[in-house]
Structures are given as C-alpha cells and as structure tokens.
C-alpha cells in the first residue's frame, strides 16, 4: 500500500508518465508541481469567509456534531454548558447526589435550511435542564436517514430506581419533520441494579454512555454503548447494542455483544454501508492495559458480529483514560479509521483501511506526519472520496488540518489547514451533503462554527 | 468582547482569590491560569516538584492521587512538592472543592481555569494528548525530567523522583 506522504510523488508519477521524456522529468515536474500547488492554493476555501456560527457567542458550547438531509439542510447539535461566565449549578437541579463524574449540560439543535445565510436560534432538546452529561470527549451522535428522520444518541444523568443514586445513561431522540420538533428521548440501556459507587469512586453508581450509533438509508437505528454492568476492579466495560428496525420508533431488547473487556472511557463509533453492512469500532483492553482500537462487522444488518480485529499500531499501554474515538467511514467495499495511538513518537493520528469486510487492516500510517501531535479525527466519504479532519499542533496552538483522498484510501491529497483565525479550536466533526460536498463542525472559542469543503477535481489533483 | 471580558473577569478574581486567601491551602480549591502556572513552576525551583493532572472523571486518577499523597511523607517537604491541577470544568469548582474535601482533604490541588485543558497543561507540555492521568516530574533547576502518562503504582513515582535528585 502507497503510505500517506507518498501521494505527492503519486501526482510526480503521473506528470512523469504522461512526458515521456526523461530528460525533462525533473524541471516538467518541478514546474508543473508547482503550478497544481498554485491551482489547490487558489481552489482551496476562504474558510473564514465561509464558516458560519451554529451556538450562539455568549454561551459555552462543545463537542459539536452534524448530518445533512436530502435537500441540503444542515443539523448541528451541541452541548450546551450554559452562558458564559455562569457557575455550574445546575447539578442542584437536578436528581442524585453529586457524583464523581459529574456532567450538567444541554444538548442544543440548530438547522441551517439551504436557502438562509446562517443557522436557526438552537432549541434545547433534553427536556430536563441539566439532563445531559456531555464533555467534548463523550460526543452527541447525529445521523439522517433517507426519509429525512433525524437521529440523535447522546449521554445523560439519570437516577437508578434500584440504589437511588446517580447514574449515566444512553438516550435516544429523532424528529420526523426535519428538525421541528424532537420526541421524548428513550433511555436505550435497561437500569443497573447493582451499586458500584465504590469501584467507580465518588458515588457515581453506574455508567451506561459513550455511545455510538449508525443509521442505514432506509432509517434502521443501531445504537451502541458502553456499559459498566458487571464491572470489575480491572475496570474493563462491556459493549451493549440496540436496534430499531422502524426508524427509531420501537428498539429491539438490549443485547451485550462483548463483555468486559472494553476501555470505559473510549467512545464508540459505527458506521453503515447499504442496509445490511454495519461496522461499529471499540478500545479493547488486552493484556496489561494494552488499549487496542478494534473493528466488529456485521454482515447481517446486526443480527451477528464478526469477532473484532485491529486496525493496528504500536501497543499502547495506559492504566488511565484515553478518550480516544476511532473516526470510520466507507468507500466501495472498503472500510477506513483514523484514530489516535499514545504510544507513537509523538503521539498521533493513524489511518488504515480494511479492502474489504472480514479482511485485515492494512498497516497504518500517519495522516499528520508533522504533527507534533494530532487528535480528535472525523471522516467522511462519497464515492471514492475521502475527507479526514482532525485537530493537530505542528508549532504552534492547536489548529484544524483536513486531507482528501479521491481515490478510496490509496493516497491522499496534501495537508491543508482550515483559516480558523485566532480563536482556540478543536473537536471537529464531519458529514456528506447529498451533492457530494462535505460538511465540517468545530469547536472556536466554545462557539460552535460550520463551514463546507469541497473535495478538488479530479483534473486540480492531476488524475 | 463579553466573552473575552468574562474570562478576563473570571481569571482576576482567581488571582486575587489565589493571592489573599493561600493558594496552597488543602482546603481551598484555586482557579489556575496559564500565568499562575507559570508562577508556581517558577517558585517550585529548588524543589523536586511533581506535577499531576487529574480529574473527578478519571477514576485511575482517583485511585493514584492516595500513593502521591503518601510520598509527600517520604520525602522531606524542603526537597520535594507535589503540585495537584484538577482538569475539571473551573466552573465546577464549587462542588470539586467539595468532593476533594470529602476524598482527598490534604491534597493542594488547583483546577484549570482556562477554557480548553490543553491551554493549560501547554505550558508544561505542548504535545499533551489530554490523557489522564499525566504527571511531570520537574527538577531542582526546573527543567522537565519526566513525563509519566497513566497511574503508576508509588514505588514507580519513588523511583522517578529519586532519579531526578530526591533523596529518601
């Protein structure tokens, strides 16, 4: 497989093929190399001039995500923190003991309709305030079906019937009008029973959260989460699933796909392919603490799971939390992750993709090479394009670097930063629009901003 | 402008708060800056100093905070400072003050006042991957010895810090 950094050389390739005169190869190359340079620099987006903000700039927004409907409308939602400069307390509101791993927020909703330069006024979508227990680390999953249902899993408070004390659990919401209104949210996991403030440390009594969700075209909901129920003092969570086969009106029972065995605080991520293709990427405690990210297929719409298997890279050895999401997306038969390894020098982002279902990964490689460090990865795709975004430090403060591949994950076009400006930036989040454009979210500052990348054409990437 | 004049706001009071009523008081629980961190590094010079991040969330840093504690007994206080940074939400200081009198009463910790983590832990650490926990072992001149990611157990922290000059 042709590494990352090869995909200029890929493009010096082409030129050389298409002289077919040696003597020439070096200067025709440098020119011409130059002048595709030139013509990416001139095609690339004014980012600053394009981004429009989703939260609004006197509150406290994080951990942004987004989809797009059929018409081009786009959904963003959010944690909302509060307003800033406001004390956090609305944890007194809300039921349960102050715990250890305590999160009061909101999850904010704002649409922005093809035709209006910017998004609608955010609605709150938890009915309770403070119901949301959301850091930037421990994501909202939004997704859209082909009918233009609207999906959203996101972690909250709650309170176990069985001990009386505070919990985290996983709910899910959809809107049948493309954003109007949003139901009542569903807690997908079924209450812990047993107390396990003591193990978790602070009163924490159980977590059901971290969650994952993937939604096929036709609006089947699957839905993931880590759970402690059964934990022990090796702190491995077990993986939870459900599934709803009538657009996230009804879900199927709970059922535990892998038991304790999971790292507790490494959010899950899933992805679809068609209806029946299901892929959902997990940290997998081995060994003495080795935190393997690992990949489950499904062939069967969820019915059955392949056992899971390495994307691979360095063993990364950590009694601690990582807070590492593995970011996949598909293209043709193949699947692709991104996803952070702490035990590279430095630490950083690896790409690799599988060629087909039930096939190994292929050796990673890094996307972000002159990064000092580079987390937080997202990916999209149409067709055979390619979008990762991550956030990264070359030099400087943290920053927003993106690459295309237009050819499924062979190569990649070159790094390319977005103009955030001065702000303080991170935690980006991807979708495809229906015209093959992409659609990028990112934390500024904790205002949440939005803006659309264009993949170049073939013809600006010397294809 | 109001965000940037509430922050401001936000990180005066934390200063004076810091300076009047003792940042290095066990009971107290003090907004940390950028700058403040600065100071405290600066201060530190002389010390073996371990820094260590931790958080209300992290329960292997809950659970690693007790072995640190302990080696404040082993080493001589002239010699040797443990400099404890919550990375919870500064908002949240209120109840984390709470939760670390009620777990933790003798650990001098600090929580990050800045909006983003990784703003902070920055000046230590430009390449931190915002795992937790991470603590930095300093030495008597200052300079960054040691970087320790995940919990260790206290006789590995024994081991770092007599390697940095401690004597037990």
């Known amino acids: 497989m042709p590494t990352i950094d090869q995909n200029t050389e890929y493009v010096l390739k082409k030129i050389r093929a298409n002289a077919g005169r040696r003597g020439e190869v070096t200067c025709v190359s440098v020119l011409v190399s130059s002048f595709l340079a030139l013509i990416v620099m001139m095609t690339a987006p004014d980012v600053t001039a394009q981004s429009v903000a989703a939260s609004q700039s006197d509150r406290r927004a994080q951990a942004p995500a987004v989809a797009v409907t059929s018409d081009g409308s786009v959904h963003a939602v959010w944690f909302d923190k509060g307003a800033v400069g406001e004390a956090d307390r609305k944890g007194e509101k809300v039921k349960g003991t102050h715990h250890s791993h305590q999160a009061f927020a909101d999850l904010h909703y704002a649409r922005w309709l093809p035709a209006a330069a910017g998004f609608s006024d955010s609605v709150r979508v938890n009915p309770t305030p403070g119901q949301v227990w959301g850091f930037s680390i421990s994501r909202p999953v939004i997704a859209a079906d082909e009918n233009d249902k609207i999906h959203i899993l996101f972690p ?106 999971q790292c507790p605080c490494c959010q899950v991520s899933a992805v679809t392919d068609g209806e029946d293709s299901l892929y959902v990427a997990l940290r997998q405690i081995q060994g003495d603490n080795i935190r393997t990210p690992m990949v489950m297929h499904s062939a069967d719409g969820g019915n059955s799971f392949a056992p899971p298997v390495s994307t691979g890279g360095a063993p990364w050895q950590l009694e601690g939390c990582p807070l590492k999401l593995t970011a996949m997306t598909t293209t043709g038969s193949r699947i692709h992750s991104l996803v952070h390894n702490g035990a590279e020098q430095p630490p950083g982002l690896l790409y690799s993709h599988a060629p087909a279902p039930g096939q190994a990964f292929l050796p990673p490689q890094k996307i972000h090479p002159e990064a000092a460090i580079s987390d937080s990865p997202a990916m999209a795709s149409s067709g055979q394009t390619l979008l990762a975004v991550w956030h990264a430090k070359e030099e400087g403060p943290r920053q927003i670097f993106y690459r295309f591949s237009l050819n499924g994950g062979d190569t990649f076009l070159p790094l390319q930063r977005l103009d955030t400006g001065e702000a303080s930036v991170g935690y980006p989040a991807v979708a495809t629009a229906p015209d093959g454009r992409f659609v990028v979210a990112w934390q500024a500052d904790e205002v949440i901003q939005v803006m659309y990348l264009e993949a170049p054409s073939e013809a600006v990437a010397g294809r | ?86 990375m919870d939400d500064s908002y949240s200081q209120e109840w984390v003050t709470e939760f670390k009198a009620q777990h933790f009463p003798t650990l001098v910790s600090f929580i990050n006042a800045e909006p983003d983590m990784d703003l902070l832990v920055s000046v230590i650490d430009p390449v931190w991957n915002e795992t937790l926990p991470t603590s930095y072992i300093f030495g008597r001149d200052g300079e960054l010895v040691q970087k320790i990611q995940g919990k260790k157990p206290k006789a590995y922290f024994q081991e770092q810090l007599i390697a940095a000059g401690l004597k037990q």
């Open chain 1, 156 to 261: 909250g408070n709650a309170t176990s019937p069985e001990s009386g004390k505070a919990v985290a659990s996983s709910y899910y919401t959809r809107s049948t009008d493309e954003g109007g209104q949003f139901e009542p949210p569903i807690q997908l996991n079924a209450d812990p029973e047993d107390d396990l403030s003591a193990l978790i440390m602070g009163g924490l009594a159980q977590a059901q959260v971290f969650g994952g969700m993937a939604v096929s075209p036709k609006g089947v909901v699957h839905a993931f989460w880590l759970d402690t129920r059964g934990l022990t003092a090796s702190m491995r969570s077990s993986l939870y699933y459900r599934r709803s086969d009538d657009g996230g009106r009804v879900f199927a029972n709970e059922v535990r796909l892998r038991e304790n065995e």
């Open chain 2, 1 to 86: 402008m109001r965000r940037l004049f509430g922050a401001m706001m936000f990180n005066i009071v934390a200063s004076v708060s810091a300076w009047s009523a003792g940042a290095h008081d066990p009971t107290l629980l003090v907004p940390m800056d950028r700058k403040m961190l600065q100071t405290e590094l600066s201060d530190s010079r002389g010390q073996v100093l371990l820094v260590n991040l931790w958080a209300t969330w992290c329960t292997p840093c809950l659970r690693e905070i007790p072995d640190l504690l302990a080696l404040e007994t082993d080493f001589p206080s002239a010699e040797f400072r443990l400099l404890a940074i919550s």
